[in-house]
């Protein structure tokens, strides 16, 4: 096993686990699922690897500070927020809109680790947070480490490319991953591993992968298999078969999934297995990116744990 241990935050060990995919069982395919959910209780899954070098270029700083965006449910603020708080540096952040009459889970538990929230009116925050204009952010804000929005960037792909060392060679035949920014997908490609790699858009009609791939210097020969069908109509969107989906698959494998990125996976695999896409003989792998205090924003009493 890899070390986990970076900015001196204690994390747990990364494990590998057989899964089930909850239907009738195949015994020519086999499923595992990589728990990156398990890391850390409170900030977990593949935000970490994103903000490794952000957080080390922060410490080597003179004002240790990180500035960054995202909206008011967004795990890449909570992640940010905890392991700067962690590292011992400032932490800033740009959030999209308005504060609402009650602040989002995810904001207070931001503020709770310190973190300086600044809302910004809708078309500014996107203008900044698409290509950060640093005079501006300097000129308000002070001097620091701008991370662009969800990790998107050069250094956020070159800390997830870690993800892959905690999979060994030669096992799988395929790996997946669900896509935001497409980050985590590009540090994994930039691992350069044998293996498929299956990409599990979150957004509907993601058609800017590859140009997000090539910003993040992923090189064109490498491509992952995009599988559109399983963005349950947005961002952030959900219906109640996702729901059961992620009730049932907990039941059997005793693993939460979030339901904004890997119950949506997680379904699109059972859904893709059902469908015969994976030859027999198939190894395959599902990264759990973790996410679930993103279930937060549900309504109460809809999951079963
Ligand atoms: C942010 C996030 C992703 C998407 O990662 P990208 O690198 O932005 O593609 C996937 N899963 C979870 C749980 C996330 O929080």
Redesign the pocket.
Same mark, same amino acid.
């Given at each position: 096993m890899q070390e986990t241990d970076f900015v001196n935050m204690e994390l747990n060990e990364v494990v590998i686990k057989k899964i089930s995919p909850i239907l009738p069982q195949r015994s020519d395919l086999h499923l595992y699922m990589l728990r990156l959910d398990a890391l850390h209780p409170i900030v977990s899954?593949?935000?970490l690897f994103?903000l490794k070098y952000y957080l080390e270029q922060a410490l080597q700083s003179t004002h240790r500070t990180l500035l960054t965006f995202g909206g008011a449910y967004s795990?890449?603020l909570a992640a940010t927020a905890y392991a700067a708080r962690e590292a011992g540096l400032r932490s800033i952040a740009c959030v999209r809109g308005e504060e609402g009459r009650k602040p989002s889970h995810t904001l207070d538990f931001c503020r709770s680790q310190q973190m300086e929230i600044h809302f910004m009116e809708r078309e500014l925050y996107r203008q900044i947070s698409e290509t950060p204009h640093e005079d501006f952010l300097t000129s308000r804000f002070g001097p620091h480490i701008t991370i662009p929005s969800? #990790?998107?960037g050069v250094m956020?792909a070159r800390g997830?490319r870690d993800i892959a060392d905690f999979i060994p060679e030669n096992s799988f035949s395929h790996i997946c991953v669900?896509?935001?920014?497409?980050?985590?997908?590009a540090g994994l490609l930039m691992a350069g591993r044998k293996e498929k790699i299956i990409a599990f858009p979150?957004l509907k009609g993601m058609t800017d992968i590859p140009e997000r791939l090539r910003k993040l210097t992923v090189q064109n020969t490498i491509q992952p298999e995009v599988m559109q069908d399983y963005s349950f109509g947005g961002f952030g969107k959900w219906n109640m078969d996702l729901i059961s989906y992620m009730n049932r698959f907990y039941k059997v494998n005793n693993i939460p999934l979030?339901f904004?990125?890997?119950a949506k996976m997680m379904f699109g695999i059972t859904d893709l297995i059902r469908k015969g896409f994976f030859p027999p003989g198939s190894h395959i792998l599902a990264i759990h990116?973790?996410?679930l205090q #993103?279930n937060d924003s549900l309504p109460a009493n809809l999951l079963a744990f």
């Open positions: 899954g593949n935000k994103k795990n890449h969800g #990790g998107f956020g997830a669900a896509v935001g920014t497409a980050t985590t997908l979150a979030d904004v990125y890997n990116t973790g996410g #993103g």
